[in-house]
Structure formats: structure tokens, C-alpha cells
């Protein structure tokens, strides 16, 4: 197979590098003309062409299907503008906070939960003065312990950018933690230099990154040496998988993925149920399948490498563990109790049926 060496930025690219079908291309440019499309050289030489339904594939090339809206989906599924305090900010927990520090990524996940606020044509970047207003309310709240960088992907920053946000919150006493969450040591590696490493260091803050990766397709030699790179520079690593349809959602998938984190040294932390983004019904399994898969990985690994499944409740109530916090009622809906005692019901009928 012939390495590609640029990135990916239109339909008619992905065309030409034979990930999508020339037959496709008109209902292809729909989906392009709503959601970003972008893919990496790194990710697409980790795609199999050969393979009808390859899984990493099925992450990032856009389907038709994307246009398909179920009714209960919604373009800030989890509420991230509800809780949006200042520009940037998402103060959804007492003692932390999200700063979207970036509104573009390096690839466009087609099962994006912020697929609405990302990309070139969705997404701002923080003003100077926005970014100031942002640290204002942070230095101004002073339950925030942890500050948690997304996006967008934060990792696309420039290494000097990367520093500054660093000490600016450093300069904040109360502040004690810092958790970057991205893509980038998966699909763009070569960004994870040793500029970046010393720019994420560069303070007295305690450093974590939180690696999202779905599938041990992803983890290619690449990969595998960027987060070597952070885990021996000193920086913990904890991962975020979301379970989706036909890709993961197999214990012998999942069971694969979670042990090569723990042998790369990256502690398997949450296994997200997929949010209500606007089309990506195609993408999300049920509750109660999700419950099964942990049960059997509960049977098949160690706790060590036992990721949390948790469901982020529409409305901005928070992230809870399905495990613990939920329970199925009469009628097949599934009822779940937030971290203040709260009773939602979430109808477990926002699963697709099979699509070809």
C-alpha cells in the first residue's frame, strides 16, 4: 500500500486516496458542507482500503448516514452552553473546569459530540480577551482545583502557546491540577516533540493527558513511541474510549484495547456511551448492551485495567456511572440517579437499527 504524506481536507480527497467511493461523492459533500472533514497521513495509513468495514475508517471517513437526525439529538447534547459561565469556560463540576482552548482538531471524529462547535467553519478560536476573561473566572472561583484543556483538540497548539496557558494558570494558587484531553498522540504523532513536552512541564502544576482512542488498530508504531515520549518524560496518562457500533462494541475488541493502554503504560479511565449529537444515531449501541460488554470485561481483566462506563446526561447533569446509577423500568427506558440525587429517564431507543 502506498504511504499517504499530506492530509485529507475534502471529499474529493478521500476519493483520490481511495477511502471513499467516487459514487458517494455528491451525498458525501452534504455531510462536508455541515461537519469538518480532516484526516491525517498517520490515520489514513492505518486504514485497511481493502476492508469493506474497517474500524478506523468507519471513525473518520463521513457516511451519508450522518444526515439522518433522530429526534431526540441535539446540537450541545450534553450542555456544554448552559454551564458556560464565561467565553470557553464549561463549569459543569465544583472543583473543575473545561477551558476550550482550540476549536479545530487535526481530524474530525464523525461521532463528534461537539461536532456542531468544531472546525473551521464552526469554531472560534478564544480571543486574547476571551482568554483573558476565561483565566479571570478560573482565579476568581476558587473551588476549581482542575482545569481540564479540550477543544477542539488543545495538542494543535503551538508549543510556545502550550507554555504560556501553562504558567498563566500556574499563576493561579488554587489551581493544582491540569488534564490536556486529545487525539493527537494517536493521529498526528509527530506533534509530540520534545518542545511540547517541556512546554506542558513547565510549571508547578501536576500534569495529566487524557488520550482518547477507540480501537487497537489506532495504536501503530507511531502512536505507540508518541505516548512513550510523555509517559517517560513523567506525564500520566489516562485514556477516554467511546463505545461505538460496529467498531468496539465487542468484548474482544475492548478487552485487546484496554491491555495494550496498560502496556503502554496508560490507565484505561472512562468508556463513554455515545452522546446525542446530531447524526450519529448509526454510531451509538444501547444501554443495555453496554452493560453486558462490561460485565464480561469484568469477567476477562483486572481492575487495573478496567475502564469506568459512564453515560453524560443530556441537559448538563453530568457524567454518571451505568453501572451503579442506573436501573431499567417496565417499559424498557432506562432511569438514572445524578450525583445529587436527581431521577432522568433516558429512552434507550436512541440506538439505531443495523444500517448497511
Not at 433522530?70 to 467565553?87: C, Q, V
Not at 477543544?151 to 497548539?157: E, K, N
Not at 483486572?302 to 451505568?322: E, I, M, N, Q, R
Amino acid at each position: 500500500m502506498t504511504l499517504l504524506e499530506r492530509k485529507l481536507t475534502s471529499i474529493d480527497d478521500l476519493i483520490d486516496a481511495g477511502l471513499a467511493r467516487a459514487e458517494d461523492r455528491a451525498a458525501l459533500r452534504d455531510v462536508a458542507k455541515r461537519y469538518a472533514v480532516a484526516i491525517t497521513p498517520a490515520i489514513a495509513n492505518a486504514i485497511d482500503p481493502s476492508a469493506t468495514d474497517d474500524p478506523v475508517a468507519r471513525q473518520f471517513v463521513p457516511s451519508a448516514h450522518e444526515l439522518e437526525l433522530h429526534p431526540r439529538e441535539r446540537d450541545d447534547p450534553i450542555g456544554d452552553r448552559i454551564k458556560s459561565p464565561a467565553p470557553g469556560i464549561v463549569h459543569r463540576y465544583a472543583d473543575r473546569v473545561l477551558l476550550k482552548i482550540a476549536s479545530v482538531c487535526p481530524v474530525y471524529c464523525r461521532f463528534c459530540f461537539r461536532r456542531e462547535m468544531v472546525g473551521p467553519d464552526n469554531g472560534e478560536a478564544l480571543s486574547a480577551a476571551e482568554l483573558s476573561a476565561a483565566l479571570d473566572y478560573i482565579a476568581k472561583t476558587p473551588a476549581i482545583w482542575e482545569v481540564i484543556l479540550t477543544g477542539g483538540d488543545p495538542f494543535v497548539l503551538s508549543p510556545r502557546r502550550v507554555r504560556e496557558i501553562t504558567e498563566a494558570l500556574s499563576n493561579i494558587p488554587h489551581v493544582k491540577i491540569l488534564r490536556w484531553h486529545t487525539r493527537v498522540p494517536i493521529v498526528d504523532p509527530e506533534r509530540v516533540t520534545d518542545d511540547l513536552i517541556s512546554a506542558l512541564k513547565a510549571s508547578r502544576l501536576t500534569v495529566f493527558v487524557g488520550l482518547h482512542t477507540n480501537h487497537p488498530q489506532e495504536l501503530t508504531a507511531s502512536a505507540r513511541s508518541a505516548i512513550a515520549r510523555l509517559v517517560d518524560a513523567g506525564i500520566p496518562l489516562v485514556s477516554q474510549t467511546v463505545l461505538l457500533k460496529g467498531i468496539n462494541d465487542n468484548a474482544d475488541t475492548l478487552e485487546t484495547l484496554m491491555r495494550s493502554l496498560i502496556e503502554l503504560r496508560v490507565r484505561p479511565y472512562y468508556l463513554h456511551h455515545g452522546d446525542l449529537a446530531p447524526g450519529t444515531a448509526h454510531f451509538r449501541t444501547t444501554i443495555a448492551q453496554g452493560r453486558q460488554l462490561m460485565l464480561e470485561l469484568r469477567r476477562r481483566l483486572s481492575g487495573l485495567a478496567l475502564p469506568t462506563y459512564v453515560l453524560d446526561l443530556p441537559g448538563a447533569h453530568g457524567k454518571v456511572p451505568v453501572e451503579r446509577h442506573s436501573k431499567t423500568a417496565a417499559n424498557g427506558n432506562e432511569i438514572f440517579i445524578d450525583r445529587n440525587g436527581g431521577m432522568h429517564v433516558y429512552e434507550d431507543a436512541c440506538a439505531a437499527p443495523d444500517v448497511p
